[in-house]
């Protein structure tokens, strides 16, 4: 009985996201079937686009970055914190490391580790700025990291001039930070035939991040005290966990995974912050994280598919139908997780409370699977 409950809990854990994707197919085929296109030719030219190999190195380097985005943002979800600030701290935090790096002489990897230092740190101050007020003001972090987010605009803004941080961009009206040197670059990976194109060096950091936030979680007391105090702080408080310093920290871990959300691009693309760097990353993560339920493997599989669908929808466009459907679907997916995760929680505490009356109705103790499920 209990691999069958296994079985069972493991099928629960799968049906939010499989719902939430069914549904929004199903809603982005009535509106492209209202608007007079043609539903399954529509997926059929996104899925087409799977195994073109310069398709498939960007959907890696997409991914990349969305799953930094990502684990930023499900840092401050486990402590029931809304890091709505990423965006500005990723894109501060590039900026400054940008502009360090190209400033120094170094070698290959102290050059490298530095300017990945300085990202994490910025990110980490710019978000600590919204914890600090909220264990020392009681201010919402919602409010201050979406102020924050205008605020790291406008320095960005001061910054990236040629009087000050930026130089011009040769052959283009556009202006950016110093070049990073050779030394200052990570090199890609030529691990998909058929295409120039390379994948972003930094995708090994991302995955030492998702571990990292998987050990930190399951195998530290602070990965405890950080999960139960978003589970119930009043608890946590009887418990002897200090909220305040959980907070400050929780914020500033958040921060410094914010920091190197940019770097893959920095570091394996455009080796200079520029007017034409990436921005809304943060905001993305957020939908990843919800997508992927803050667990490290479910979002790492949330940032392929919303990769997926960014660089399949461009094909749409040679097909004659319009991009948005994309967006659509990533809109609905995002409305439709959240509903989907709390039928199935429903129907989760349904099912264990059943099993555990069984249990106790022939008076044998319930398996250990359901004691920690009801736990």
């Known amino acids: 009985m209990g691999g069958r409950f296994s079985v069972r809990r493991i099928a629960l854990g799968l049906a939010a996201p499989v719902l939430a994707i069914a549904f929004s197919i199903l809603v982005t085929s009535i ?42 943002v499900a840092i401050g979800f486990k402590m029931n914190l809304f890091n709505i600030g990423v965006d500005g701290q ?4 590039a900026m400054i490391a940008a502009a360090v790096g190209g400033a120094v002489a170094l070698p290959p990897v102290l050059h490298v580790t530095l300017i ?71 090199p890609g990976l030529a691990i998909i035939p058929g295409t120039p194109n390379m994948v972003f060096g930094m995708i090994f950091l991302a995955a030492a991040v998702g571990f990292g936030y998987w050990f930190l979680l399951n195998r530290t007391r602070f990965g405890y005290d950080l999960t139960a105090t978003g ?17 400050l920290i ?13 770097m893959p691009q920095l570091l394996g693309a ?11 990353l943060g905001f993305t993560g957020i939908a990843i994280a919800l997508l992927g339920r803050n667990n490290p493997i479910g979002i790492a599989f949330g940032a392929l598919l919303w990769s997926f669908l960014d660089n ?11 991009k948005q459907a994309v967006l659509i679907m990533q809109g609905v997916i995002v409305l439709s997780v959240v509903i989907a995760y709390e039928l199935v929680r429903r129907y989760r505490v349904r099912m264990i409370a059943a099993e555990v009356g069984r249990q106790l109705a022939t008076d044998q103790p319930p398996p250990n699977e359901v004691k920690g499920a009801v736990a």
């Open 116 to 186: 990945v230092v300085v990202a994490m740190m910025v990110g980490a101050f710019w978000a600590g700025i919204a914890g600090l007020l909220k264990v020392t003001r009681g201010v919402s972090e919602v409010i201050s990291t979406i102020m924050l987010n205008f605020i790291a605009t406008g320095v960005v803004a001061y910054l990236l001039s040629t009087d000050r941080l930026a130089v011009s961009v040769a052959g283009s009206n556009n202006i950016g930070t110093q070049p990073l040197p050779p030394s200052g670059q990570m």
């Open 250 to 262: 929780a914020m500033l871990l958040s921060g410094a995974v914010a920091g190197l959300v940019g």
């Open 270 to 280: 455009s080796y200079s912050y520029g007017l034409d760097f990436p921005t809304g």
């Open 90 to 93: 990723y894109r501060l935090a």
């Open 312 to 322: 399949s929808s461009n094909a749409l466009e040679f097909e004659g139908v319009p």
């Open 231 to 247: 589970m119930s702080e009043p608890a946590a408080i009887a418990s002897g966990v200090n909220v305040k310093k959980m907070i």
């Open 31 to 72: 509106v492209l079937w209202a608007s007079g296109n043609n539903p399954v030719g529509a997926f059929s030219t996104m899925v087409q686009q799977l195994g073109k190999p310069r398709v498939d190195v960007n959907i890696l380097n997409n991914a990349t970055t969305y799953y930094l985005s990502a684990v930023a």
